[in-house]
């Protein structure tokens, strides 16, 4: 692969400089600090961007990426075959990311289609069961629920709002039985940032038949991820969020364990799927070879522009801001965050040790709030769960100061809580 091409010389500097003290504890403030000027909303204008876990804001990276997909495409009889190699070389970054092989990937248009095309494929007979908890996201939670007409059973375990206690292997043991064929959870919950145990959940119920369908929209790109660790079935996220690369690409991985097992039968079958078609698209009578790995589960077109992009941000993310370093400096913001909110009397959603290190909902629940932040440029989501605030790597300590500001005001001008 060519190297890294960083935008601006300044920052070409900076990353120089930060990777030489990738390592080190002390210069995670200053090592993003660097990064910053990569985003133009919040290092040029006056906005306090804390919404990350909902779309974080772009990226000179991104927009380099995408000037060369548009550069090539103006100028090129048939750049095609050039963007194929980019959505291999993505793959292998994304394998790489999850420490997995490239032929477990497969790109898909967003999480829900690629957990849709999961469970489509999941042999089961009506009176089987799947678990969820009560407080999945919509996204996978409908998802089983449309096939109830197929004579699945959908059990939701019940849940505290709050999110204390992560989800691990005791909380699904009531509810599943020798009917129950897979457990589907997000490994970070959207709405309170608990940190679920997957690798525990997998540990104790694949054993018995159960697979696992994790989504990781909340996790990748915000966390270091070991799908192997981890031990789920299949796993599907958006690239949108924790990795900033534009709507309309998603990764699906399947275990060849899995694949292995089932030999699944796509929902939907393209080009893409079918195991070295012919090249004159000729259509053969006999039976569909399907891929033998994820792979099956790809559609011939996908968003090149995305896997541009998305190979573009991986090697950054991978090469140069480090997903531990991430990890950690995102770790330490919410610190900051917790303290500045135990001061004011604010409460936070969610477990005080096994949560995740960019997503965090305040229990605010006056609607002038929102007026309030406005003014102040201040980007959150507003739940009736609370007030969900949430890093990317682009935040710095002065936002959580800033931000610790804007509440201390809302605070001294009457905002307060019933």
């Given at each position: ?8 010389t ?13 390592h ?6 200053t090592?993003?600090e660097?990064m ?7 290092s ?6 804390l ?13 380099d990426?995408?000037d060369?997909?548009?550069e ?21 970054l994304?394998?790489?990311y999850?420490n997995?092989?490239?032929s ?13 095309s999961f ?7 009506p009176g ?5 908890l ?29 999110g ?7 909380t699904f ?15 970070i919950?959207?709405?309170?940032g ?14 018995k ?7 990781l929209?909340?996790?990748?790109g ?25 709507t309309?690409?998603?990764v699906l ?19 893409g ?16 070879a ?15 522009i995305g ?5 573009a941000?991986?090697r ?7 997903p ?7 770790h330490?913001?919410?610190e900051l965050?917790?303290q500045?909110c135990q001061?004011l ?7 005080g040790?096994?949560?995740?290190p960019?997503l ?9 709030w ?10 959150v989501?507003?739940?009736?769960w ?7 790597f ?14 201390e ?10």
């Amino acid at each position: 692969m060519a190297p890294i091409s960083i935008p601006t010389t300044v920052v070409d500097e900076a990353t120089m400089r930060s990777k030489q003290n990738v390592h080190s504890s002390t210069s995670s403030n200053t090592k993003f600090e660097i990064m910053r000027p990569l985003v133009p909303l919040v290092s040029e204008h006056n906005v306090l961007h804390l919404n990350a876990a909902f779309m974080p804001p772009s990226n000179l990276i991104i927009r380099d990426a995408i000037d060369r997909f548009c550069e090539l495409g103006l100028h090129h009889s048939s750049p095609k075959s050039d963007w194929k190699k980019d959505v291999e070389n993505a793959r292998e970054l994304v394998a790489q990311y999850l420490n997995t092989k490239p032929s477990s990937i497969a790109f898909t248009r967003d999480t829900t289609e690629g957990m849709g095309s999961f469970m489509h494929s999941l042999a089961f007979q009506p009176g089987d069961n799947v678990v969820i908890l009560d407080c999945e996201h919509p996204n996978q939670a409908y998802g089983w629920l449309s096939l109830r007409k197929a004579g699945l059973e959908v059990r939701q375990v019940p849940t505290d709002q709050d999110g204390k206690n992560p989800a691990n292997a005791a909380t699904f043991a009531p509810f599943v039985d020798e009917r129950t064929r897979c457990i589907g959870l997000s490994s970070i919950m959207f709405h309170n940032g608990q940190w679920n145990d997957i690798a525990d959940i997998a540990k104790n119920f694949k054993p018995k038949g159960v697979e696992i369908l994790a989504d990781l929209t909340q996790e990748v790109g915000f966390t270091n991820v070991d799908i192997q660790a981890l031990g789920v079935s299949a796993a599907a996220f958006s690239l949108h969020k924790g990795f900033n690369i534009p709507t309309g690409i998603a990764v699906l991985y399947v275990s060849e364990d899995f694949i292995n097992k089932n030999d699944p039968v796509p929902p939907m079958v393209s080009y893409g799927s079918v195991f070295d078609p012919s090249e004159d698209f000729q259509v053969s009578s006999g039976p569909v070879a399907f891929h033998p790995t994820a792979r099956r589960y790809e559609h011939a077109n996908m968003c090149l522009i995305g896997a541009v992009a998305a190979k573009a941000f991986l090697r950054f993310y991978l090469d140069v801001i480090n997903p531990n370093d991430v990890q950690q400096h995102l770790h330490k913001l919410g610190e900051l965050l917790r303290q500045g909110c135990q001061r004011l009397g604010i409460k936070i959603l969610g477990p005080g040790g096994r949560h995740a290190p960019h997503l965090y909902t305040l229990k605010l629940f006056n609607p002038r709030w929102s007026e309030h932040f406005k003014t102040n440029e201040t980007v959150v989501s507003i739940f009736h769960w609370g007030v969900r605030v949430s890093f990317g790597f682009y935040n710095v300590r002065s936002d959580v100061s800033r931000f610790i500001q804007v509440l201390e005001s809302g605070i001294q001008a009457g905002i307060m809580e019933e």
